[in-house]
């Protein structure tokens, strides 16, 4: 999948499923999301850390952050 088209993904994941009002379970979801798609490399990190991140779950996220830079990242 390239770029683009796993942009397109995650923002229509984003704008069915994240929730505010459901932290936990907009995190969860994600995690499932994520499970289907195996190569998303340093994605399958850097998405839950935007996810924890929007959810107002900043100190979540920052590991998460740092863990998908050093997985590669750019």
């Known amino acids: ?5 796993w942009d397109a ?3 229509a994941w984003y ?15 994600l995690r499932e999301f ?4 195996p190569n ?6 850097f998405e ?9 779950l900043a100190t979540e996220a920052a590991p998460l952050y740092r863990q998908s830079l050093t997985e590669g990242l750019d």
Request: no cysteine.
């Open 1 to 5: 999948m390239d770029t683009n088209e």
């Open 9 to 11: 993904n995650i923002d």
């Open 15 to 29: 704008e069915a499923n994240a929730d505010e009002s459901r932290p936990a379970a907009s995190v969860a979801a």
């Open 34 to 37: 994520l499970s289907g798609h």
């Open 40 to 45: 998303a490399g340093a994605l399958a990190t």
């Open 48 to 56: 839950p850390a935007g996810i924890h991140d929007s959810m107002g």
